[in-house]
């Protein structure tokens, strides 16, 4: 009833940009805070970048000044442009979502993409 769909994943040379989106669909009353998340093999999933409804937004330490995350709420999708990519960068990225799927209700935030691969090597 909800689908996120992540996007744009691939291998990129060290120092090189991707650019990810994550359309969502499906029974959906507003979108408020859509993130993006990294898995690396045998690690926690980590919080990348977030941003809210009303555009403010917040980086993870490892990707402020390379990473911006942007939206387009016409479109129900969500961005994050990659710069000054790193082997580091290497993992599975996903898509959260704060969705309320209908009026009246509480929003929630267990709404995950399948993620894609980012893999930076030379």
């Known amino acids: 009833q909800v689908q996120l769909v992540e996007s744009g994943g691939g291998l990129v040379q060290p120092g090189g940009s991707l650019r990810l989106s994550c359309a969502a669909s499906?029974?959906?009353?507003?979108?408020?805070?859509m993130r993006w998340y990294c898995q690396a093999p045998g690690k926690q999933r980590e919080l990348v970048a977030s941003i809210t409804l009303g555009g403010d937004t917040n980086y993870a330490d490892s990707v402020k000044g390379r990473f911006t995350i942007s939206r387009d709420n016409a479109k129900n999708t969500v961005y994050l442009q990659m710069n000054s990519l790193k082997p580091e960068d290497t993992a599975v990225y996903y898509c959260?979502?704060?969705?309320?799927?209908?009026?009246?209700?509480?929003?929630?935030?267990?709404?995950w993409g399948q993620g894609t691969q980012v893999t930076v090597s030379s």
């Open positions: 959260n979502a704060l969705i309320q799927r209908w009026a009246y209700t509480q929003p929630t935030d267990d709404y």
């Open positions: 499906g029974s959906i009353f507003n979108i408020y805070t």
